[in-house]
């Protein structure tokens, strides 16, 4: 089941995050250029307020960009949908490497852009969740948060070797970076024509025969397979049986009673992973690293492309070493608590020991602001950057699975429009109190982990309900961050300390009850 085919075909899809990444990552060094300054007219007075505009015109366009790739894709699949979304972030990109003054136009082409990176972020973790394996469905769906980090470190770097090796006379210091934003574009069209379409899109279209044969391709399987068959089965009798309880509806299912406890919680946890701050970073990494104390564009973008490497380095740790073995819940809930650790310790020194305007070298506490920047990096890297984008591709019924992600996505860049919005004018106007409104929501955020977050690493995806089953709030029996075998009730129960009939357990395969008894009587042993 595992193999070269499923890997490539993941990293195909992966370069979707490539995009969003370097997108999103690119524009926050770019604009602290000077030729870029100069050409766009910023000055003292409209700086802070342009440069949100240029970040948050990316942002609306990848809002609508989501909800209308929602509609697209569940007509018309999920490859045609990535292709769409290359051709039209690829408009954008010329339209914002083609003016050199005019304001409106890059305006226009971060939008248009925005329209693609939007639908490509809604497509990329549903693709995946839809072509994994359960064993391994974590680890790809971490691999897509590990290529946005790439795309945002390689973007990191480009605008450091452009600010630095190229004339700042001309343009090419900015256009340089710009342009190479058709990249990804170009590489997300040609691997969206040969990737095999979804198998759970195509059973849910009714192509059944057409679905059998793709998963057949990706898993390297004969078609008379035991395990690829119980895989199809398990496919075909959920989407089956969804479509029997309503009656043949689609999006008005996301507000069905045994819907609308997911649709709130993966609204709520893409508000989470923008209200942690790591946009305010992302974004304007140079101007936080010149406020707490480097300054110079030169040494800010170079600590902003350090922050894109140690990102990059421990999302990868996690995709090898922690995606499945730790699960969803733990890493959420001690990336929240150490982010909030982070962010109050850099607001509480920025407030006592501020950096002096016109001192040569950073100060100790600067150094010690900095080293608590990388604390959060590492932190977000590990948790709240790679599991939402798993965790919201695979708690929905296949039949809304994309209604539903669009939905969590586009809240998530509704969120995102406001940080980018709000962070240059918080930094301007309340200074440090900024890291400090940062670490109080983190702090908030682990609270609502620890009571709503379930765990769901393993649980094949025809058997979220029962895991939802309890309503909003987890019951005190789910609290624990061990890896769930689901009953009827929604209750957690833990195999190697009880026993149970097998026979009266629902939504759990019997290979993980099988697994989890063996590995217990092991222990006792």
């Keep these: 089941m595992f193999n070269y085919r499923l890997y490539m075909t993941a990293a195909t899809a992966c370069i979707g995050g490539l995009l969003f990444g370097y997108d999103t990552g690119f524009i926050g060094s770019a604009v602290q250029i000077e030729s870029f300054q100069r050409d766009f007219g910023l000055n003292a007075s409209n700086m802070a307020n342009i440069k949100g505009n240029i970040v948050a015109t990316l942002q609306a366009g990848c809002f609508f960009g989501t909800i209308f790739m929602s509609f697209f894709t569940a007509r018309y699949g999920r490859r045609w949908g990535m292709a769409i979304a290359s051709l039209v972030f690829n408009i954008g990109a010329i339209l914002q490497v083609v003016t050199t003054s005019d304001l409106n136009v890059l305006y226009a082409g971060r939008a248009i852009s925005g329209l693609g990176v939007g639908a490509a972020s809604m497509l990329t973790p549903t693709y995946l969740s839809e072509v994994a394996p359960r064993r391994i469905r974590g680890k ?101 049986e969804e479509l029997r309880v309503s009656h043949g509806a689609t999006i008005s299912e996301m507000f069905l009673p045994q819907n609308r406890v997911r649709v709130l919680i993966g609204f709520a946890i893409m508000i989470c992973q923008q209200f942690s701050g790591t946009n305010a970073l992302t974004y304007y990494a140079p101007l936080l690293f010149q406020e707490i104390g480097l300054n110079g564009t030169s040494s800010s973008l170079f600590a902003t492309g350090v ?188 195999i190697p300390d009880l026993e149970l009939d097998v026979k009266n357990v629902q939504g759990a395969h019997m290979e993980d009850i099988e697994s989890q008894s063996i590995s217990g009587s092991s222990s006792r042993k």
């Design 140 to 240: 790809l769906g971490t691999a897509y948060g590990f290529s946005i980090f790439f795309g945002i470190m390689v973007s990191y770097w480009i605008d450091y070797g452009c600010e630095r090796g190229l004339s700042a006379a001309g343009h090419d210091q900015w256009r340089v970076p710009m342009g190479l934003q058709l990249v990804p574009g170009a590489l997300l069209f040609v691997g969206a024509v040969f990737i095999k379409e979804s198998p759970r899109w195509l059973i849910k279209s009714d192509n059944r025969e057409k679905a059998l044969s793709n998963l057949c391709y990706i898993r390297m399987a004969h078609p008379e397979d035991p395990e690829l068959q119980q895989e199809y089965q398990d496919i075909c009798f959920s989407i089956d």
């Design 307 to 494: 922050y894109g490497i140690v990102k990059t380095v421990f999302s990868m740790a996690f995709l090898l070493l922690l995606a499945e073995r730790a699960g969803r819940r733990l890493p959420l809930f001690v990336g929240a608590i150490s982010m909030s650790s982070a962010m109050l310790i850099i607001g509480i020194v920025l407030a006592c020991k501020p950096p002096l305007p016109d001192a040569s070298s950073p100060s100790s506490a600067s150094i010690g602001m900095i080293v608590m920047v990388y604390i959060f990096c590492v932190s977000y890297s590990m948790s709240w950057g790679p599991v939402p984008f798993t965790y919201v591709s695979e708690i929905y019924p296949n039949r809304i699975r994309e209604y539903c992600v669009a939905m969590g996505l586009a809240t998530q860049w509704a969120f995102n429009y406001c940080i980018s919005r709000i962070v240059p004018l918080a930094m301007q106007n309340i200074g440090w109190r900024t890291f400090l409104m940062f670490g109080i929501f983190n702090a908030a955020i682990a609270v609502f982990v620890f009571f709503v977050i379930r765990e769901t690493s393993g649980i094949a995806l025809e058997h979220m309900d029962n895991l939802f089953s309890t309503g909003f709030f987890m019951k005190p029996s789910q609290w624990n961050m061990r890896k769930p075998v689901i009953i009827g009730n929604g209750d957690v129960i833990d």
